[in-house]
């Protein structure tokens, strides 16, 4: 997660050398080549303040989550990626640029928040209780209440990280019963 959040740094920093050049590769609401923009706008962001404000929960809830193995961690991320981008890109406003890890941070957090309920395991509901209580306050960015920030990548990354939680939920091993 630290490389992940580094890199996030380091596009920031070349984008600003570049005089915001990278910001181009945002999503901009149902234009069709846009599509090609949703997995790399989840890297982008509209300054260091932007990195700075999605650093740390990336970091905490991106580390919780990769507990399970990195790759389940790297479906789950993409699931949100994919259906977060996919969601901006169908009801964002026209003529806007939406980039940045935050769909991701809240997926994170639906993921986590609802993993051990879909799993049905005791530790995994005990950590979603706890990372709600941490973190439940990010629920008001799924609300429009603040010009600039896109309440539709959080909305539509929450909805991604539970969609993940299911869609990559553990399953019981069958017994056989050895007829």
Do not use: K
Not at 11 to 26: I, K, N, P, T
Not at 31 to 47: K, M, Q, R
Not at 49 to 72: K, Q
Not at 85 to 111: D, E, I, K, M, R
């Amino acid at each position: 997660m630290a490389a992940w959040v580094a890199l996030l740094w380091v596009l920031e920093a070349v984008d600003v050398v570049a005089g915001h050049s990278l910001d181009r590769f945002g999503i901009a609401p149902r234009e069709g080549g846009e599509l090609l923009d949703i997995v790399p706008s989840a890297f982008i962001h509209f300054g260091f303040g932007h990195v700075a404000s999605n650093s740390v929960p990336l970091l905490v809830l991106g580390f919780i989550a990769a507990l399970r193995g990195t790759g389940r961690f790297l479906a789950v991320a993409c699931t949100v990626v994919v259906i977060g981008g996919l969601g901006v890109w169908l009801v964002a406003p026209a003529h806007t640029n939406t980039a940045g890890a935050s769909g991701l941070v809240f997926g994170l957090f639906g993921y986590l928040l609802i993993r051990g309920f879909v799993d049905r395991r005791a530790l995994d509901i005990v950590v979603g209780l706890i990372v709600g209580a941490l973190y439940g306050s990010i629920l008001w960015g799924v609300l429009p209440t603040a010009t600039g920030v896109s309440w539709q990548g959080h909305l539509f990354g929450l909805i991604g990280g539970v969609a993940a939680a299911f869609l990559f939920r553990e399953r019981p091993a069958t017994v056989s019963s050895g007829y």
